[in-house]
């Protein structure tokens, strides 16, 4: 799932056969390991987690940027929420298995879309109807591990890193065609605990920064908390109609 975007997708080209192998021996045991231990950490039935966000972008030939604060609850297969203030405004986000809602609350808008399936699929078709896309999506994909080397030709080990006192390590990861991405893991859980994607082939080079921090993995979470009560005033916005 290539989603390393900052609100809109960059795909990746497909590789051949011959080509996957060779990357598959450019991604050091190391890296490779580390990615696969997150794969299980991410994959518990239900987790969440805070996401502190710094997005890049170009305004006129200067680089300005947009900051976030996210809370994200996770009750795999279908229930997702999340709860996202920033320089933009308060939206949450919810997904109950069969519905998805998106509610802007400044400006007073909702938009909401029929949907079934994991919450991979969902983000999907999110991204097709309604042109929304989560920049952590790689996290909440089906085989989380799988998602995040989805493109990536190298990867390994660059330097240690420390989170409150709990050791961890940093990894690149280089994802064709200009797309870096690194990756700090926490070494008693495999946690992700920051990420870092730089897009090298885009005009000024912006990056996508992620703090992820306060995860409580296994903890029940009840169904209210992939609920979204709709001002009985906010404007309905229709998502677009599914492709025939």
Known sequence: MKRRVMLAAVLAAGTILSASAR?????SPEARSAVENMNKALSAQTLSFEADVIQQYDHNGQPLHIFHDAEVSVRRP????????????????TYDGK???????????????????????MLREASKRMGVDFPLAD???????????????????????????????????LQPPGIELELFT????????????????????????????????GDEIHDEAFATKVPPDATKIEPKEPSQ
Do not use: C
């Open 139 to 173: 996290l909440l994909a089906d085989k989380p591990g799988e998602s995040f080397l989805d493109g990536v030709t190298t990867g390994s080990k660059v330097g240690e890193a420390s989170f409150e006192g709990n050791a961890g390590h940093h990894f690149l990861f």
């Open 186 to 217: 926490e070494d008693d859980t495999s946690l992700p605990r920051r990420i870092v994607v730089t897009y090298r082939s885009i005009p000024g080079e912006p990056q996508f920064i992620s703090e992820l921090e306060d995860w409580k993995v």
């Open 78 to 93: 279908d229930h997702l929420a999340i709860d996202m203030t920033g320089d933009d405004g308060a939206t949450r986000i």
């Open 99 to 121: 519905t998805l809602t998106i509610l802007n609350k400044v400006a007073n808008k909702y938009i909401q879309m029929l949907v079934t399936g994991s919450i991979e699929t």
């Open 23 to 27: 990357a598959d021996d450019a991604i």
